[in-house]
């Protein structure tokens, strides 16, 4: 079993706390589609997809599930359902097309590919927790805001891989 040091649990706390403070504050925002109000740019998963590059798989699976449950104290949990499933729906294509086709497509893509496929699990959740598969209809506006949104935090987590500084960069 591989035990992680104590830095590395640090340095995943930290950036925890980080993608937590980003996500209270982006919810503050009003929603910026009021159709669905549980659409938003998603900034903490630039903190996602960090840790997925710089932590692997694994640490980012556990990283997303606290993410959420650390979120949801705080926000409520009432959005628990909505972001769990667009959280762990970013995840897995965000991890898949990083680990698969990276560097053969960018970052900007793979958080494309996670912001699409996000949006349309917590749509998804939406229909099932209000029993209104009329919701559906939103797919199309929802998906095409899921690519600005993507490309934000593809430019974002880029330059955070290439501008951070290496000492906060390499774990060993």
Known sequence: MNKCPAGRVAELGVLLALAAVIFIVESLVPPLLP????????LANSIVLLVIILFGARDGFIFVLLKNALTALFVSPFVLPFNLAGSLAAYLVMTAAYLALFPKISLVSVSIAGAVLSNIARTA???????????????PFICAFSVPAGIIIGILTTLLVKHL???L???E
């Open 169 to 171: 960069t390499k774990f």
């Open 125 to 139: 959740v939406a229909v099932l927790i209000m029993e209104a598969p009329s919701l559906y209809i939103q797919l």
């Open 35 to 42: 159709m669905a109000p549980y659409v938003k740019i998603g």
């Open 165 to 167: 500084p290496e000492r």
